[in-house]
């Protein structure tokens, strides 16, 4: 496996588990073809039950990323309002919803073709 593939695949589980350790629920990742995407790899999307778990959730994400792999977000969107977390690591883009946003933006039907893994 190349470094970079590796390191995409190390971001994507350490994202996983990042969720996970601040109970985001119905965690999912998107993994997309070349030809169905140019703009990332990878999709993770999950719920948080309020703004202060989804800031949470991004807060620890940022931190363990940073401290495990060396990693920092180019941006990262949404965070004052937190119905909508967007933080992009480039080739793995983690979606934090609250659960009327996540149904609302359905982003596993708009990519329904892609390959998606259920984690909880």
Not at 23 to 40: M, R, T, Y
Not at 52 to 74: G, M, N, W, Y
Not at 75 to 101: C, K, M, P, R
């Amino acid at each position: 496996m190349r470094n970079e593939d590796e390191l995409i695949k190390n971001i994507l589980d350490k994202a996983i588990e990042s969720i996970s350790d601040k109970k985001g629920e119905n965690i999912i990742s998107l993994k997309f073809s070349p030809e169905q995407s140019s703009i990332c790899d990878y999709f993770v999307i999950c719920e948080a039950s309020n703004p202060k778990q989804a800031q949470a959730i991004s807060d620890h994400l940022e931190r363990k990323l940073r401290t495990d792999l060396q990693v920092r977000p180019t941006t990262i969107e949404g965070y004052q309002t937190a119905t909508w977390i967007l933080i992009d690591y480039f080739d793995v883009i983690i979606h934090i919803f609250q659960n009327e946003s996540r149904e609302f933006y359905s982003l596993e039907k708009l990519w329904a073709d892609s390959e998606i893994m259920k984690y909880n």
